[in-house]
């Protein structure tokens, strides 16, 4: 699998576990934007990385992708 597509599919499995809306990010990025990392468009800079991580209520020494374990049930 493309890493773009991987990285995408996983913020938006944390990104519903977690009961966000697209919206709920709408201080570090525009819906349109997060829609297209969600669709594997495009790859965030480790900058927006950093901000979708605070967002998801991780740190800057985590990754998004090192948060999907705790959405597991």
């Known amino acids: 699998m493309d ?3 991987a990285f995408g599919e996983a913020l938006r ?7 966000l809306t697209q919206e709920d ?7 349109t934007y997060l829609s297209t990392l969600e669709r594997g468009v495009y ?3 480790i900058e927006k990385l950093d901000a979708i991580a ?4 991780g ?3 985590n990754s ?10």
């Not at 605070?54 to 209520?57: E, F, R, T």
């Not at 998004?64 to 049930?73: G, N, Q, S």
Request: glycine share 2%; net charge positive; aromatic share 2%.
């Open 54 to 57: 605070s967002v998801l209520g």
């Open 13 to 19: 499995k944390i990104r519903t576990c977690r009961k």
């Open 43 to 45: 790859s965030p800079t």
């Open 64 to 73: 998004a992708c090192c948060l999907l374990p705790e959405c597991r049930p």
């Open 59 to 61: 740190s800057s020494s």
């Open 3 to 5: 890493l773009k597509k």
């Open 25 to 31: 990010f709408s201080a570090i990025s525009s819906r």
